[in-house]
């Protein structure tokens, strides 16, 4: 059977996992969660935000209904004392900087459609 990929894998598809991963290292942001990387941690916050989820515990829950799919998504089930102790320990500068990647590319393309 062909692999058809998700939505919100899509939506991840803009970010180039090796930039972020250069951003990762240049933080040392995995350096306390040896399971639960910088990259899990992303895709979690971005999947809270899309699902409008306002606590760790609804996002857990609704995380983990779905978890067989999230093989694609290079990212695994989730635990909520994990994402808690990551969201106390990781350096914020990973996101923002992540943020200011999927805001560039948006810009260049903004600026290509206007001109085409």
């Not at 598809?13 to 090796?18: A, K, S, V, Y």
């Not at 935000?49 to 093989?71: I, K, P, T, V």
């Not at 900087?97 to 459609?113: H, I, K, S, W």
Request: net charge neutral; glycine share 8%.
């Amino acid at each position: 059977m062909r692999f058809a990929p998700s939505i919100f894998g899509q939506l991840l598809e803009p970010i180039d996992r090796r930039q972020f991963q250069a951003i990762v290292d240049r933080h040392d942001g995995d350096a306390y969660d040896k399971s639960f990387r910088s990259w899990d941690h992303l895709v979690a916050l971005i999947y809270a935000q899309f699902c409008g989820s306002s606590s760790l515990r609804g996002l857990e829950a609704g995380w983990n209904a779905n978890s067989q799919h999230h093989y694609h998504l290079g990212s695994g089930p989730l635990m909520r004392s994990t994402l808690s102790d990551a969201n106390r320990r990781r350096p914020v500068a990973i996101f923002a900087e992540a943020f200011g990647l999927v805001a560039n590319l948006l810009d260049r393309q903004m600026r290509r459609e206007g001109e085409a």
